[in-house]
Nanobody, 126 residues
Framework: QVQLVESGGRLVQAGGSLRLSCAAS????????MGWFRQAPGKEREFVAR????????YYADSVKGRFTISRDNAKNTVYLQMNILKPEDTAIYYC???????????????????WGQGTQVTVSS
């Protein structure tokens, strides 16, 4: 079992920046692909970004590409999401997660991820 705890969310003005953190414990952090997802009020959870064991292996949703950067520090068992040029549409609860199965095929579907953290609220004001 891996436990994930998100932090860093807060109220921020449009155009501003935030860095979210996801701290992992329970298993070898470096063995896991990690993903960030978000869920806005009244909407389904959606993929934001993911990063593989090798930090060069990253993938982003089109809606955040060029604005968000995912990174990891395996020595600290932590994944980060640097969010720049924030928009009101980015308002959501942000979650981190890891693939549910060792046979994960590189999908971005929320249902293929698990060990969800409690989430951290990001609110972007206009």
């Amino acid at each position: 079992q891996v436990q994930l705890v998100e932090s860093g969310g807060r109220l921020v003005q449009a155009g501003g920046s935030l860095r979210l953190s996801c701290a992992a414990s329970g298993r070898d952090f470096s063995s896991y692909t990690m993903g960030w997802f978000r869920q806005a009020p009244g909407k389904e959870r959606e993929f934001v970004a993911r990063i593989g064991w090798h930090s060069s292996n990253t993938y982003y949703a089109d809606s955040v590409k060029g604005r968000f950067t995912i990174s990891r520090d395996n020595a600290k068992n932590t994944v980060y999401l640097q969010m720049n040029i924030l928009k009101p549409e980015d308002t959501a609860i942000y979650y981190c997660a890891t693939p549910r199965s060792p046979y994960w095929l590189g999908t971005n579907y929320p249902e293929d991820f698990g060990s969800w953290g409690q989430g951290t609220q990001v609110t972007v004001s206009s």
